[in-house]
């Protein structure tokens, strides 16, 4: 092994680990300060409380953002991922004109700013002479979450095998009962990773959601950004914001456990 060599793997090492401290030192922070008894987040921690915790969920507003964006992410994860497998159904199709320009349309989102999004589509709707409400959130997240959904779905459905579908049609099955008996066991795997990824960026958005959130009815997004500069409320933030970090790892492991289960499981099944 060269010099160059052995100094181009110890700075590929040093690059990765400062990667890692720098993507979850903030993490372990929130996770560390959510238990300080002292409102104020500096070191030393004098002593450690639960306090916080029990504090932030008897706190109305923040419970009710909390629970708005939850409601919202699980709506947009279903929807989008819902309207991702017709999309993909309809980019699979042998024949289809103007595939690029509908390919684009539909990965649009991915590249306009959101910031440009929601002052659009608040002005659209003041157009219509529409009333703001949760539901114009609720469909600026789909559209912002359906191209993820698709570059998730339609990877997977154009990786199947279309004899599956041919031998369902030759032992009596319609296109429908094809597709939910074949297809769409085969798609779960994707189907779960499509709805955590249009979950996950429907309860992170902001940028819309302060546009179009009626006012008194924020998002939890929206709160956190107002209640930061709140200084009563910096502490129930942190230990929210604990709560979501940890649930996230769990969500994300399970989730990778369940799709691996039903990746053997359909593997076995096909085989």
């Not at 996770?31 to 002292?38: G, M, R, W």
């Not at 969500?251 to 456990?257: D, F, R």
Request: net charge neutral.
């Amino acid at each position: 092994m060269t010099v160059w060599s052995r100094l181009g793997r110890v700075s590929l090492a040093a690059y990765f680990w400062a990667f890692i401290v720098f993507l979850f030192a903030p993490l372990v922070a929130i996770v560390v300060f959510a238990f300080n008894q002292s409102p104020i987040p500096t070191l030393p921690i004098a002593a450690f409380s639960t306090h916080w915790f029990s504090q932030a969920f008897t706190d109305t507003h923040l419970a009710g953002a909390l629970l708005r964006s939850f409601e919202i992410g699980a709506a947009t994860g279903l929807f989008a991922t819902a309207l991702g497998i017709m999309a993909s159904l309809g980019l699979s199709a042998k024949r289809l004109h103007l595939r690029a320009i509908v390919v684009a349309v539909i990965l649009l989102p991915l590249v306009i700013p959101y910031i440009s999004l929601a002052v659009g589509l608040l002005i659209l709707l003041n157009e219509l002479n529409v009333q703001i409400t949760l539901w114009a959130v609720f469909l600026g997240h789909v559209v912002i979450a359906l191209p993820f959904a698709v570059l998730v779905v339609f990877p997977r459905l154009r990786s199947l095998d279309p004899a599956l579908v041919e031998a369902a049609r030759d032992l009596g099955a319609g296109e429908i009962g094809a597709f939910n008996l074949v297809t769409l066991p085969l798609l779960l795997p994707s189907l779960i990773s499509s709805f955590l990824i249009c979950f996950i960026t429907s309860f992170d958005e902001f940028a819309i959601a302060s546009f179009l959130a009626p006012p008194g009815e924020p998002t939890y997004p929206v709160f956190l950004y107002a209640g930061s500069r709140t200084p009563g409320l910096l502490p129930e933030l942190i230990a929210i914001g604990s709560l979501i970090v940890v649930g996230s790892i769990v969500l994300v492991v399970v989730a990778e456990g369940g799709r691996r289960w039903a990746e053997r499981r359909l593997a076995g099944e096909a085989g």
